[in-house]
């Protein structure tokens, strides 16, 4: 008997069989991991959500439609953003910004793979913590 599958994992199923995609361990050690090239597009750290490593000039791009959107957490600072995913629209929203991951990391290669950005994962505390006193 199997379970129903979550949002997340019907998601990594779809994007595992996308050709610039191949599932790697995450440099975070959490979840499972999506990798383009050398660099790594998401982490999939629980059943409910998902980084993307979006880039800083990606998500300024479109930063006014991702703040309108209830699925996504941006954090100040970081190229990657959280998706949160509940139902197919959120997955479907998730596959749009994988797209447009895979284009920017294309439009502007990464020169030096040793300092890629940590996903939010481990941010994400320490972010709240330091927007709570208010800076």
């Known amino acids: 008997m199997m379970g129903t599958m979550t949002a997340a994992s019907r998601a990594l199923t779809r994007l595992a ?31 409910q959500s998902v980084d993307l490593h979006l880039t800083g ?6 930063e006014r439609d991702l703040r309108h959107s209830t699925a996504i957490r941006l954090l100040p600072g970081s190229p990657w953003v959280t998706v949160h995913l509940e139902c197919e629209t959120d997955i479907d929203l998730l596959m749009t910004l994988v797209s447009a991951a895979l284009q920017a990391h ?30």
């Open 57 to 62: 000039k990606a998500i300024h791009r479109f």
């Open 106 to 135: 294309q439009r502007h290669p990464a020169v030096d793979m040793t300092a890629l950005p940590r996903c939010n994962e481990d941010r994400e505390v320490a972010l709240t913590r330091e927007t709570a006193g208010g800076i």
């Open 17 to 47: 069989t996308w050709p610039d995609l191949a599932e790697v361990r995450p440099s975070c050690g959490t979840g499972r991991a999506l990798r383009s090239g050398g660099v790594e597009i998401a982490h999939f750290h629980s059943d």
